[in-house]
């Protein structure tokens, strides 16, 4: 497992990773230098170990460079969503204590507003153009050495949660190690589980400041391998990648599978997916409909996993045990789970409760936030992110949602992601959202918003059909007592669906 300096010696002229849409191939060669290039830039900026950077860059060749030399340098670095507007940018500034900021000129609407709202970042930069109070990224760049610098050092990522309930929250785990050059933590764990390798090519459709995406083009560069960087996600364009590339590693949500299978049955025929060894998906709860039609068009190669970027435990699954473990996300590959009510007494096989994971090597905390750090662990030392679940009598862990968005109406706990996975079967939605409600008798009710396949058909006639088509399938306490139509929901590229925002719509609508 070469360091990506290994690589860049032995084969200088082999792709590192290639941007999808333009084409755009940098080397390890080129890597190699431009990381260098990059750690010169942060100590020139008075940012040495130990101290953060934060960027806001969209899927572009700069991301992998600034990740290297952070990852070289010692330097703790915290990519930030594209999509989070003034407050919650300077918010995360402030709270990481960024020394230097870089940003795509693209993101510039809320970048340039941080030169005010963030006075402790004392560095700006941007890629792509220039605004005031920022300098251009490669014209620093260019001028600084392509050697290492004297005093390398392993760095680490500290990534945000997506602000569920609250503020976000910086996930720190400290680097395993201060040797810049030794494998990561993850290469020598989830990348070898999947096999990732010098022969591997492995399709990125998601945005790199998502934990997964990342983590795995770096596990990529750890091994030697080519990633190949979708800078948006398209259904028809990741098969076209799969076959021009011969892709044989990828990583989904299963949005993207929802959206792969709508396509026209003519148009998902047409392409040679034969050397997809491994497909990975995370980061929901995949309906089970949709699984099985994935495995039944792209064969056993799909692998479900279930973690968090706090490093939560970690649970895995392959095709063949999925199929005899409908709806789990897997054994425990790191990590014992346990599954506990709300007074922490464990639950047997197949009661519902908040998942908690013991025998937790690598302990997270929540920067500067001693409060929620204790609160996602309990006397035992066993932690949770607040996912809720069961295991079944062969040790399987089943998801149902998330404990924030559990809905309690009448006494009774729903989970919205079982609904939403029934829904977004139909043939006439696109995507669906539901979550709980405020009522005077229930104390909550169910509400769904749905995006239709066409927005034509966003009537009352479709809106009593969905809800007739449920309650032949859901028990009468699980049916939405309302359901909107959205053109679009708010899901973001990395597959996500930002639920916070619709809930904090109804609420204020009601209030």
């Not at 908040?354 to 929620?372: L, V």
């Not at 809800?467 to 859901?474: G, S, V």
Request: glycine content about 8%; overall charge negative; proline content about 5%.
């Amino acid at each position: 497992m070469p360091h990506l300096s290994v690589t860049a010696a032995e084969t200088p002229q082999k792709p590192a990773y290639i941007m999808a849409n333009s084409g755009e191939v940098v080397t390890y060669g080129e890597l190699d230098a431009r990381s260098n290039q990059v750690a010169h830039l942060f100590r020139l900026c008075g940012v040495g170990p130990g101290d953060h950077v934060a960027m806001m860059l969209v899927n572009c060749r700069e991301f992998l460079e600034v990740a290297a030399a952070a990852m070289r340098s010692g330097v703790i670095f915290t990519p930030i969503s594209t999509h989070l507007k003034k407050d919650e940018t300077a918010y995360i500034l402030e709270n990481c204590g960024a020394k230097l900021f870089i940003a795509s000129s693209s993101l510039a609407e809320v970048a340039k507003m941080m030169v005010s709202e963030a006075p402790g970042v004392g560095h700006f930069y941007m890629v792509g153009g220039v605004y005031e109070g920022f300098e251009s990224y490669e014209e620093a760049i260019d001028l600084l050495p392509s050697r290492p610098i004297d005093d390398q050092m392993m760095g680490a990522t500290m990534l945000y949660s997506s602000g569920t309930t609250g503020q976000p929250k910086g996930i720190f785990l400290p680097p395993h190690t201060d040797q810049w050059d030794a494998p990561l933590g993850l290469t020598t764990s989830i990348g070898a589980a999947f096999g990732f390798g010098s022969e591997t090519t492995y399709l990125s459709p998601a945005p790199l400041y998502h934990a997964a995406p990342l983590h795995y083009n770096m596990i990529v560069l750890d091994t030697g391998g080519t990633s190949v960087i979708m800078e948006k996600f398209d259904a028809v364009r990741a098969l076209e990648l799969i076959e021009a590339y011969r892709i044989t590693h990828s990583q989904w949500v299963p949005i993207m599978f929802v959206r792969m299978l709508k396509l026209d049955e003519a148009i998902r025929r047409q392409f040679d997916l034969s050397s997809m060894q491994v497909a990975i998906h995370a980061a929901a709860p995949c309906p089970i409909d949709v699984k099985e039609k994935m495995i039944e068009w792209w064969g056993p190669v799909i692998v479900e996993y279930y973690s968090s970027s706090e490093g939560a435990g970690f649970t895995l699954i392959d095709s063949a045990s999925w199929l005899e473990h409908k709806g789990s996300v897997g054994k425990a590959l790191f990590g014992v789970p346990h599954i506990l009510d709300d007074d922490g007494n464990e639950l047997g096989a197949g009661e519902v409760g908040t998942i908690w994971f013991s025998d937790i090597h690598n302990a997270f905390e929540y920067h500067n936030e001693p409060t929620k750090t204790k609160e996602a662990y309990n006397a035992n030392g066993w932690t949770t992110i607040g996912d809720v679940g069961y295991l079944d009598a062969e040790g399987f862990l089943y998801l149902t949602d998330r404990r924030n968005f559990t809905i309690i109406t009448g006494g009774v706990n729903v989970y919205p992601a079982e609904i939403e996975n029934l829904l977004i079967g139909h043939e006439k939605v696109a995507d669906v959202a539901v979550f709980g409600i405020a009522d005077e008798e229930f104390g909550e009710v169910v509400q769904a918003v749905v995006q239709p396949a066409n927005w034509s058909d966003a009537t009352d006639d479709l809106a009593a059909e969905l809800i007739a088509w449920m309650k032949e399938r859901l028990s009468t306490i699980k049916v939405p007592k309302s359901l909107d139509f959205m053109e679009q929901l708010p899901r973001m590229d990395n597959g996500k669906l930002y639920k916070r925002h619709l809930m904090e719509a109804y609420r204020n609508r009601d209030a």
